[in-house]
Every structure is written in C-alpha cells, then in structure tokens.
C-alpha cells in the first residue's frame, strides 16, 4: 500500500494500462534538479481507480540534497498555485492550520515535527488585530504518534478544526 498518488498512478503506467479520468503530468524545473509529478484525479471513475478521492496529487522529487532551496521555491509555488485555485478568499485572509505528523524522536519519522519547530505561527497575534481585518493566521500542532498519546492523530486534528475552522490544512 502506498499513500502517494503518483505511486499508485505508476502501477497502472507499468502495465499499461491507461486510467479513465486521471490525468498525469511530470516537468522538471529550470535546472533539471527537482521533478514535479502531478497526478490530477478527475472524476468519480478515476477516484475508483486510484483509491482516491477527486483532486490534485503532487510529488516532488531532487536528485540530491544539495536542491533544497529549489524544493522550497518548488514547494511554495505548488502550495500557493493550490490555495488560490480552491479558496474564494486571497492568500493573505486564510486561516492556516500545518499539523505535524511523525514522531519527533525517531530521524526517519520526523519531518513534520521538525518543520512545525521551525513554523511562526501568527494565528494567536490576529485574533488579536481581528477588527482590523488585515493578514492571516497560521496555528500549528503536532499531534504525536499513537503510542505517545493513545490517540490516532486524525481524531485530533479533527477535533482541532472542528474548533478553530481554519480555511486550510496542510499536513506535513
């Protein structure tokens, strides 16, 4: 079982088998150091297919570490480009919530607390400024693993929007 898209869309490519209602696209950036791989499904027959709901998919891969500033401006324009082709609302009026997932003690599985440590949250100092109507906030949580809370962390983030109805998730 896989949980990237692009993944899952590479085992029909193998045996070519072409999927109704999923769209495949790759492009290298400028350097040819990061690969974009989008993988759009498209409607109820290619969510069926691809064990996925409808939407868009997006991998990003370098060749080696040495990119990583490339993936950041790779990463922040992807991000945007999906903000702004799903919201009513301008970039600087959304509410932001970024939950890191994984657990921080162990390297292999810490991305997302790591990048929640290094997050500014704002979300807290416009609540404050919320009759001026002006930027957005961004809240984050890092939910922790099962064994360290007895939770799955769907259950919490859950509860979490539930509560502060953020106009976006990013799960990390």
Known sequence: RTDLAVEERERFTERNIEITGVKLTEQMDSEDRVKITRVEVLNESGAKAMGRPIGSYVTI????????????????RELEKMLISRQEKPLDKMSVLVVGLGNRDVTPDSLGPS??????VSRHIFMLKEKLKKGYGVSAVIPGVMAQSGMESAEMVKGIVTQIKPDVVIAI
């Open 115 to 120: 990048v929640i440590s290094n997050l500014e």
């Open 61 to 76: 891969e370098a060749k080696d570490m040495d990119a990583s500033l490339d993936i950041s401006s790779v990463l922040s």
